[in-house]
T-cell receptor
Framework: GIQVEQSPPDLILQEGANSTLRCNFS?????LQWFHQNPWGQLINLFY???GTKQNGRLSATTVATERYSLLYISSSQTTDSGVYFC??????????????FGKGTKLSVKP | DTEVTQTPKHLVMGMTNKKSLKCEQH?????MYWYKQKAKKPPELMFV???????INESVPSRFSPECPNSSLLNLHLHALQPEDSALYLC?????????????FGPGTRLTVL
């Protein structure tokens, strides 16, 4: 099945710093989503981005489908950005429609 | 409104108990999902319902029994669970063809099996 790798696994930032999170995937995808899981477990949708570039406030994401990677940019980080960031994909070759495969996540800690 | 609700938020049960988890959405989505997330791990898919029919069962033990009574509601019936089943159970929903649209997640039910 499709493999999803996220890097770095852990990231510690000072408030106000910028960061880039990476997601590599091993096959073509129909669906790629970025989520933020807060300390209470809620998975919050950030982007649905199987290809192209999107921006939402301090966050932006780019997926280069032909090269099988996606990047999540966080600018001017805040303590509320802390949590785990997941990349999740669904592959047409996987045979399962709607089966999101999650990477292991990047745990972000933003210090005041 | 992009909200998926789940009840209860927390559940503690013994190995001989029977309990149910409930998930509800009013976004008109026709695909609904159950995921299981162990501590410090990513979510893993358990079941997919599409148009109220079970379309994917990812080899989940029979002590977990899903039910989709209508297009807005998804239940997960629990019976004779084991302590290793303790986890965060997440429900999600999406538009009819789930593979190509955003999945929205509920806040989860944190289950502890004693």
């Amino acid at each position: 099945g499709i493999q999803v790798e996220q890097s770095p696994p852990d990231l510690i930032l000072q408030e106000g710093a910028n960061s880039t999170l990476r997601c590599n995937f091993s096959d073509s995808v129909n669906n790629l989503q970025w989520f933020h899981q807060n300390p209470w477990g809620q998975l919050i949708n950030l982007f649905y981005i199987p290809s192209g570039t999107k921006q939402n406030g301090r966050l932006s994401a780019t997926t280069v489908a032909t090269e099988r990677y996606s990047l999540l940019y966080i600018s001017s980080s805040q303590t509320t950005d802390s949590g785990v960031y997941f990349c999740a994909v669904d592959s047409p070759q996987g045979g399962s429609q709607g089966n999101l495969i999650f990477g292991k996540g990047t745990k972000l800690s933003v210090k005041p | 409104d992009t909200e998926v609700t789940q009840t209860p938020k927390h559940l503690v049960m013994g190995m001989t108990n029977k309990k149910s988890l409930k998930c509800e959405q009013h976004m008109g989505h026709r695909a609904m999902y159950w995921y299981k997330q162990k501590a410090k791990k990513p979510p893993e898919l358990m079941f997919v319902y599409s148009y109220e029919k079970l379309s994917i069962n990812e080899s989940v033990p029979s002590r977990f029994s899903p039910e989709c009574p209508n297009s807005s509601l998804l239940n997960l019936h629990l019976h004779a669970l084991q302590p290793e089943d303790s986890a965060l159970y997440l429900c999600a929903s999406s538009h009819p063809w789930g593979s190509t649209d955003t999945q929205y997640f509920g806040p989860g039910t944190r289950l502890t099996v004693l």
